[in-house]
């Protein structure tokens, strides 16, 4: 059995925790500065994962957009661009989107309803690979490590940043706090309810924080425990 890949999260959030207000146009969290420290992080990874809300919202490109990242990718023998994924459980995704259009290898993971929705019209432009009746992001993860990615980046959203901590499989989470408040209950929080492991009283580890501009940005590591003499 091949290794998982390290899993890590990336999210910009509001200070009131919501990934997005509830405008039909993405509001934009981070700051420029942000935005190029998470290219960098990028283009560190094998894969980058989204949910397709994400998609069908957003309709991101997930690329490296710099020229100089992409050139250190290719002299280290990577692809120029991390392979994109996108998790759906019904397989209802436009072709349309720019996705399928840009960068390098595309991945569909999805159930036996989903593949037979979205085989025929992502044919040529993504491979689309079924999970069986639901999505086990665990088995997603044994995939992909047999596919060679080492290092996964999960950008979001909500349902699959949830998906990720509820089943304990994220090794990172970088979180972006931006100094904004969204204050509408019909905006996308950043997690869902969810039985995590260990409930409200394990504490994850605070690896790091640091300040880019306005935007404070925390380092933690859900699978360890908080260090020593800090309250369990
Ligand atoms: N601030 C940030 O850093 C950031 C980052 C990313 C996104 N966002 C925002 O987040 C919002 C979208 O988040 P969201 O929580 O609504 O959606 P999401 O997590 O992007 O996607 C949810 C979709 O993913 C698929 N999915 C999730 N769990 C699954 C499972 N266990 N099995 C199979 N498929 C599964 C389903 O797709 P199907 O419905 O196709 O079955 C589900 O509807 C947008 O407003 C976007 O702008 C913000």
Known sequence: MSARPYVLLSVAVSIDGYLDDASPDRLLLSNPEDFDRVDAVRADCDAILVGAETLRRDNPRLLVGSDTRRAHRIAAGKPEF??????TATGELDPELRFFHTGGDKLVYTTDRGAARSAGPLAGLAEVVSLGASVDFGALLEDLGRRGVGRLMVEGGGHIHTAFLATDLADELL????????????????????DFPGGPRRRMELADVARVGDVALLRYLPKQRAAPGTPQ
């Open 175 to 194: 979180m972006a706090v931006a100094p904004v408040l969204v204050g509408d209950s019909a905006a996308p929080r950043f997690l869902r309810p969810a």
């Open 82 to 87: 991390p392979v994109k994924i996108v998790v």
